[in-house]
T-cell receptor, first 112, second 116 residues
Framework: KQEVTQIPAALSVPEGENLVLNCSFT??????LQWFRQDPGKGLTSLLL?????REQTSGRLNASLDKSSGRSTLYIAASQPGDSATYLC???????????FGAGTTVTVRA | GAGVSQSPSNKVTEKGKDVELRCDPI?????LYWYRQRLGQGLEFLIY????????KSGLPSDRFSAERTGESVSTLTIQRTQQEDSAVYLC??????????????FGEGSWLTVV
């Protein structure tokens, strides 16, 4: 069974600092990995999707890397802003299945 | 519509009552998922629909839970005889043909259920 772990569970940084969020998974036979953002009381917003054949994806201040062999993905957020405060979730889709396995998330607070 | 739409957005119900939650996926998306998220916890898979194939109901926690989908459109999740432990946000998501590369999954805002 795929296990997805996100460390740390919570993170507080001053505005302007770069954020590094980690996601690890136990089964490297994945189809893709997706990062989501969840604001309090809201649903999930897709940030980046990385296919298993890719090493990274970038969108604006966000960059996600994938090292499938070691079972790791990292989400980098450059020059953090208070508006980046949210919970960030990673989800892995297995190579032979459609059910996503989610991590418990990292809750980020960016202090002004 | 432009995104996945869920209704009601909030529902407070008395223990023992039945509730029905609705999801309108993005037009053209053949795959539809229901997930549950209890307060402070991760997402739990409930059920998956893909086109006209038989749904994967393996995540439904009990026989009080059921879900239907008409073709590739609206889905309803029904919880009978609600219990307090059913209190959670129920999230619906859709994606294009699941076998296609680049198939991002899109979530709705969720239906927040409170059983009192």
């Amino acid at each position: 069974k795929q296990e997805v772990t996100q460390i740390p569970a919570a993170l507080s940084v001053p505005e302007g600092e770069n954020l590094v969020l980690n996601c690890s998974f136990t089964d490297s036979a994945i189809y893709n990995l997706q990062w989501f953002r969840q604001d309090p009381g809201k649903g999930l917003t897709s940030l980046l999707l990385i296919q298993s054949s890719q090493r990274e994806q970038t969108s604006g201040r966000l960059n996600a890397s994938l090292d499938k062999s070691s079972g790791r993905s990292t989400l980098y957020i450059a020059a953090s802003q208070p508006g980046d405060s949210a919970t960030y979730l990673c989800a892995v889709r297995p190579g032979n299945d459609y059910k996503l396995s989610f991590g418990a998330g990292t809750t980020v607070t960016v202090r002004a | 519509g432009a995104g996945v739409s869920q209704s009601p957005s909030n529902k407070v119900t008395e223990k023992g009552k039945d509730v029905e939650l609705r999801c309108d996926p993005i037009s053209g998306h053949t795959a539809l998922y229901w997930y549950r998220q209890r307060l402070g916890q991760g997402l739990e898979f409930l059920i998956y629909f893909q086109g006209n194939s038989a749904p994967d109901k393996s995540g439904l926690p009990s026989d009080r839970f059921s879900a239907e989908r008409t073709g590739e459109s609206v889905s309803t999740l029904t919880i009978q005889r609600t219990q307090q432990e059913d209190s959670a946000v129920y999230l619906c998501a859709s994606s294009p043909r699941q076998a296609t590369t680049g198939n991002t999954i899109y979530f709705g805002e969720g239906s927040w259920l409170t059983v009192v």
